[in-house]
């Protein structure tokens, strides 16, 4: 059984950056491709940032680039989540997700992640 462990949220301020992990346990994580998505309650989730299995292709959301990064270890299974310049729209649950990779360019799509984690709080206060 794949599971997913998110950890490295908590409380900043404005302007604070944030390195996030997801551990994954119980597959292959060198083949899956890795992405973190957040979601606020009542809304949908809404994509972050991914990474291919290979580790050669990301793909963030456009509001997103050049304050976000992604890397990944596949020694420790783990994939990072970097932010940066945090805002507090930036507030929200952070989820970790994985996916049997398919091609070079990792999807930004919610509904193609077949493992997810239960997620981390990112509290950003102004």
């Known amino acids: 059984q794949v599971q997913l462990v998110e950890s490295g949220g908590g409380s900043v301020q404005t302007g604070d950056s944030l390195r996030l992990s997801c551990a994954v346990s119980?597959?292959?994580?060198?083949?899956?491709?890795m992405a973190w998505f957040r979601q606020i309650p009542g809304e949908e989730r809404e994509f972050v940032v991914a990474?291919?299995?290979?580790?050669?292709?990301?793909a963030s959301a456009n509001s997103e680039e050049g304050r976000v990064g992604i890397s990944r270890d596949n020694a420790a299974n783990t994939v990072y989540l970097q932010m940066n310049r945090l805002r507090p729209e930036d507030t929200a649950v952070y989820l970790c997700?994985?996916?049997?990779?398919?091609?070079?360019?990792?999807?930004?799509?919610?509904?193609?992640?077949?493992?997810w984690g239960r997620g981390t709080q990112v509290t950003v206060s102004s």
């Open positions: 997700a994985a996916r049997q990779g398919r091609s070079s360019v990792p999807s930004s799509l919610a509904d193609r992640y077949e493992y």
């Open positions: 119980g597959g292959s994580f060198s083949v899956y491709d």
């Open positions: 990474i291919a299995a290979s580790g050669g292709a990301t």
